[in-house]
């Protein structure tokens, strides 16, 4: 079945990095639009950033210059690198798939989506 894990979350002081992981299973995820989200406790689940199967990648405002998003299809896996993390980062991160992503958002909605891994930033 179709399945999407992630990890590499974990505790990290301010300044610091971490880089998380998503492997797909049950299906190429190099051929869907992949994206990267992040909900903390009662708010929404949002966009952080998001790459084609053109390797076309969009970033949201807040971590542009500091989070980079990549894909391995020898691993059929993505990445997310983040440095400078600040405590407004703190959340919960969750990797999804979608058939296509254009300027305006996935094309069918973000069918897929793993279990989430915690990134938590100190002071």
């Known amino acids: 079945q179709v399945e999407l894990v992630e990890s590499g979350g974990g505790s990290v002081q301010a300044g610091g990095s971490l880089r998380l992981s998503c492997t797909a299973s049950g299906f190429t995820a190099t051929t869907y639009c992949m994206g990267w989200f992040r909900q903390a406790p009662g708010k929404g689940r949002d966009v952080v950033a998001s790459?084609?199967?053109?390797?076309?990648?969009r970033y949201a405002d807040s971590v542009k210059g500091r989070f980079t998003i990549s894909k391995d299809s020898a691993k059929n896996s993505m990445y997310l690198h983040m440095n400078s993390l600040n405590p407004e980062d703190t959340d919960m991160y969750y990797c999804?798939?979608?058939?296509?992503?254009?300027?305006?958002?996935?094309?069918?909605?973000?069918?897929?989506w793993g279990q989430g891994t915690q990134v938590t930033v100190s002071s």
């Open positions: 790459i084609d199967r053109t390797g076309r990648i």
């Open positions: 999804a798939a979608a058939m296509l992503c254009s300027a305006a958002g996935p094309v069918g909605g973000w069918r897929y």
